[in-house]
């Protein structure tokens, strides 16, 4: 048998874990509106605070998002 150490995936998994979990209370309890967009500039997620800034549901503002582009053109 060969045995690995697998404390320093296990840790950094945990971090991930950690991370992931605070940036979802920050963004979703925020009152300014938090989105996240793809590398190709489309809105992937929206927070909550959209429906009271907004008056838009998260997941049309999702939706339309990949319907239409993203960048505004000038």
């Known amino acids: 048998y060969t045995m690995r ?12 874990a950690r991370s992931e979990a605070m940036f979802r209370l920050v963004a979703e309890n925020s009152s300014d509106v938090v989105y996240l967009r793809d590398f190709d500039g489309f809105v992937t997620w929206v927070s909550p605070s959209v429906r009271d800034v907004l008056q838009f549901d998260p997941s049309d503002v999702v939706a339309d998002a990949h319907q239409t582009s993203s960048t505004p053109t000038t």
Do not use: K
Not at 5 to 16: K, S
């Open 5 to 16: 150490d697998a404390t320093t995936r296990h840790l950094a998994v945990r971090d991930l």
